[in-house]
C-alpha cells in the first residue's frame, strides 16, 4: 500500500468526520487534527511509517483510531437524528400518533403514583429513566455473577411444633388462640392485652419480659393470634373493626370486668389504635413501641408521608407499592420468603433497615431462638391469605383518621355565642379516647420513622412521645430487662404487687382458730422469767 493511496482513505474518512475545529500545529496545509491524527494512525496500523517522521508506539496509534471513531459515530448519530426529526415533522397529527399519545397518557396517569417515592424538585421521566437503567444494569451484573459456584449454607427447615394454645369461641363461629403470662386473672391488679406485629404470632407480646417483673407490678399479659396467624382461624374481609371487637370478646371471654391496657408494637400499633378508636369504654391506657401510623391518613401532608418511608429499602419500598396498588402479587413474594418453608433473617424477609443496635441484637442466640419460634408459629397455617389482608391493612383506608382518637367536641351555637367566644377564651370539651397513650420511639429507628412519632403528637394531643436516643426498632422493645422495667414505672407507677384474693369463708375460720391458740400458748423463743411472770399475772 503506497503512502498516496494511505492519505486518499484518510481523506475521504475525514470527509465523513467533518472539521471539528481543532487544529494540529506542524500538520501542514489546512487539513483538520482529526485528518491528521487517523493518517498517522493509519500509517502505523498497517505497519507503513513516513520518512522522517518519528515511529509512534502502539497506545498512540489506538487513541487516535479510537479518537477517530468515537468523532464519526457521534457525527453519524447527528445525521440520524436530524433524518428522522426531517420524516416525523406533521406526524404529531396522524392518525397514529393521536392514539399513540392518548395510550402513553393513560398509561403515565396509571404509573403516576410512582411518583410519590421522588423528590419534589427532579423530574418525574428523568429520575425514572435512571432507575430504570440502573435495574437493568443490576440484573445484568447479577445474572452474570450468578455462575460464580459459591458454597453457601443451605437454610434449615421451620420446626413447626403441634397445636398447644388456648381458644376461645367467638360469636360468629370463629376461634381464637390466646397466651397469658404473669399473675392470675383473680390477682390481676393490671391487665394488658396485645395484638401482635406483621409476621408474628401470640408467642411474641412482649419478648423476653420476666415473670418476676409481671408478679411484681401485679400485671397479666394477654397476647393472641390475629386472623389466620398461629392457630386463629381465618376471617376473610376483616377489617379494623372487626378487630377491636375480637379484643373486646377476647377480654370478656377471660374475665377482665374492668378497663385493660392495650400494647400496639410496630404493625400491631394499627390494632391497638382501632381499639382506641372503636372501644375507647373498655380501654384504661395504651402504651405503644414504634406503631405505625397510615400513611395515607387524611391528616398526613405531602412531606410527612415522604418521610414515613424516607428510611426505607428499596425492595420495602416495592412491596409498600404491590400492597397498594397490586395485592394479588404479594402471594408470590411470601412463598420465596416466609412461606417457603425454610428459616431466614428479619431484614431478608421484611425488607428492613437496620441499625447498629437493632443489628446487634438480632445477631444475638437469645433473639434468633425466640425469632424462629415465632415465626413458625406465625406461618403454621401456610395461607398466604392472612399476610396479604395484613399489608393491605396497613396502607389501605383505615376507617378513620388518627385524629379521630380525640376530638373536641362540636357545639351548636348561635349567631351570639359566637360572637361571645370570640372575646372569651373557653375551652371546649374533648371526645374520644381520654385516657394516658405513651409512645416509645426510636430515634435510630429504620423501619418505622421517628418522623410518624411527631405526626401522631400533632394529631393526638394526649399522646406522650419518649424518644429514645440510639435505639432502633427492636433494641428498647426486645430482650431489654431495665427497658421494661422503665416501661411498667412509666406505666403504673411503684409497684404494689398483685391483688390478694378475698379469702374464703372456710380460711376466715382457720385463720381465727390458728389466732386463738397462738394467744393462749407461749411462744417457744420467751425466757423462762418471762414464761413464770405470764403465769403470775
Not at 378487630?243 to 391496657?261: C, E, N, Q, T, V
Not at 392495650?262 to 395504651?286: C, E, K, N, Q
Not at 416509645?440 to 399522646?463: H, K, L, N, T
Amino acid at each position: 500500500m503506497s503512502a498516496a493511496s494511505t492519505l486518499m482513505w484518510h481523506e475521504d474518512l475525514a470527509t465523513l468526520v467533518g472539521d471539528t475545529g481543532a487544529h494540529l500545529h506542524g500538520a501542514g496545509g489546512e487539513a483538520p487534527a482529526a485528518a491528521a491524527n487517523v493518517a498517522a494512525a493509519g500509517a502505523g496500523w498497517y505497519g507503513e511509517e513516513e520518512e522522517g517522521r518519528a515511529e509512534e508506539g502502539w497506545a498512540q496509534q489506538a487513541k487516535g483510531f479510537a479518537e477517530s471513531t468515537a468523532e464519526m459515530l457521534r457525527e453519524l448519530g447527528r445525521g440520524l437524528w436530524d433524518v428522522a426529526a426531517q420524516s416525523l415533522a406533521g406526524a404529531e397529527d396522524s392518525e397514529l400518533a393521536r392514539r399513540l399519545r392518548k395510550r402513553a397518557a393513560a398509561t403515565g396517569e396509571r404509573l403516576s403514583f410512582m411518583n410519590e417515592y421522588l423528590p419534589e424538585e427532579r423530574d418525574p421521566v428523568r429520575c425514572w429513566l435512571i432507575v430504570a437503567a440502573v435495574a437493568f444494569v443490576t440484573l445484568l451484573v447479577l445474572g452474570v455473577g450468578s455462575g460464580d459456584e459459591i458454597p453457601v449454607e443451605l437454610p434449615k427447615k421451620l420446626i413447626i411444633s403441634p397445636p398447644s394454645a388456648n381458644r376461645i369461641q367467638l360469636p360468629d363461629g370463629r376461634h381464637l388462640a390466646y397466651e397469658e403470662q404473669g399473675v392470675s386473672a383473680d390477682r390481676a391488679r393490671f391487665s394488658l392485652i396485645a395484638p401482635h406485629s406483621f409476621l408474628s404470632s401470640r408467642l411474641a407480646g412482649i419478648p423476653g419480659i420476666s415473670a418476676s417483673l409481671l408478679e411484681e407490678f401485679g400485671a397479666r399479659l394477654v397476647t393472641y393470634d390475629l386472623p389466620g396467624f398461629g392457630e386463629s382461624d381465618l376471617h376473610p374481609g376483616r377489617n379494623l373493626n372487626s378487630s377491636a371487637l375480637d379484643m373486646l370478646h377476647l377480654a370478656d371471654a377471660l374475665g377482665i370486668p374492668d378497663k385493660f391496657w392495650v400494647v400496639g408494637y410496630s404493625g400491631g400499633g394499627m390494632h391497638a389504635w382501632s381499639a382506641l378508636r372503636y372501644i375507647p369504654d373498655r380501654v384504661a391506657g395504651a402504651a405503644m413501641f414504634a406503631p405505625m401510623a397510615n400513611p395515607y391518613d387524611s391528616k398526613m401532608t405531602k412531606d410527612e408521608r415522604h418521610k414515613t418511608w424516607d428510611r426505607w429499602s428499596t425492595k420495602r419500598k416495592l412491596m409498600h407499592i404491590l400492597a397498594r396498588r397490586f395485592p394479588s402479587l404479594l402471594p408470590l413474594f411470601y412463598r420465596r420468603s416466609f412461606l417457603s418453608g425454610k428459616q431466614g433473617q428479619p431484614e431478608s424477609w421484611l425488607s428492613l433497615s437496620l441499625g447498629k443496635k437493632d443489628k446487634t441484637l438480632l445477631e444475638g442466640p437469645e433473639f434468633n431462638a425466640f425469632w424462629e419460634r415465632n415465626v413458625a408459629e406465625s406461618v403454621r397455617q401456610g395461607d398466604a391469605r392472612p399476610f396479604v389482608e395484613e399489608a393491605v391493612l396497613q396502607v389501605s383506608d383505615w376507617g378513620f383518621s388518627l385524629s379521630d382518637i380525640q376530638m373536641q367536641k362540636k357545639e351548636d351555637r348561635s349567631f351570639f355565642e359566637l360572637i361571645k367566644s370570640l372575646f372569651n377564651q373557653v375551652e371546649r370539651e374533648w371526645v374520644g379516647f381520654l385516657g394516658p397513650i405513651h409512645i416509645w420511639q426510636g430515634m435510630d429507628d429504620r423501619v418505622v420513622s421517628p418522623s410518624v412519632a411527631e405526626f401522631i403528637r400533632r394529631v393526638v394531643p394526649g399522646a406522650t412521645v419518649h424518644k429514645l436516643l440510639d435505639e432502633g426498632h427492636f433494641s428498647y422493645f426486645c430482650f431489654c430487662d431495665e427497658c421494661h422495667r422503665q416501661i411498667f414505672s412509666t406505666l403504673f407507677g411503684i409497684p404494689q404487687g398483685p391483688i390478694n384474693p378475698a379469702p374464703l369463708p372456710s380460711d376466715v375460720a382457720s385463720e381465727l382458730a390458728e389466732e386463738t391458740t397462738e394467744e393462749t400458748t407461749a411462744p417457744d423463743n420467751l425466757t423462762e422469767e418471762e414464761q413464770g411472770k405470764s403465769s403470775l399475772a
